[in-house]
């Protein structure tokens, strides 16, 4: 059996991951904004978060080593914009979670205003969004 057709499976496997595991922190960050104040159910929230966060930073890391090693095995070079776009995509979406959300979600636990705790929400959101281009070029990628 090659190699091939399970990182593949397993690549695909892990967008899909990603993908459950960002709308996950969506949903948490939802339940933080609900009463942004320091709250017992918020502690639990905010651990659940960074949880998930991590679980998020570990998928995509995953996902980006995947994918390079797939475009390796299948020969395209490295000189091509769907795979910079790709690589690009991953590389902001694993800096923006840990260097702007992540902190978001802590101001917001710790007893935030109302506007911080929509803009963790909406942070939250564009991590997702961002998500829809990465799936594009990899389907739109040369066979």
């Known amino acids: 059996m090659s190699a091939d057709p399970i990182l593949t499976l397993a690549h695909s496997g ?71 776009l790709s690589l690009m995509i991953m590389a902001f979406y694993v800096s923006a979670l840990v260097w702007v959300t992540k902190p978001a979600r802590m101001v917001v636990a710790k007893g935030g205003s109302e506007v911080k705790s929509g803009m963790q929400v909406v942070l939250q959101m564009g991590h997702v969004l961002l998500l829809f281009p990465a799936y594009a070029l990899m389907i739109l990628k040369p066979v």
């Open 14 to 84: 892990g967008g899909m991951l990603l993908l459950l595991l960002a709308i996950t922190s969506v949903v948490i960050a939802v339940l933080i904004a609900v009463k942004p104040a320091i709250d017992p159910a918020n502690i639990a929230l905010v651990k659940a978060a960074n949880f998930v966060g991590l679980l998020e930073i570990i998928v995509a890391l995953f996902i980006t080593l995947s994918g390079v090693t797939a475009a390796f095995m299948n020969s395209f070079p490295l000189s091509q914009l769907w795979l910079w």
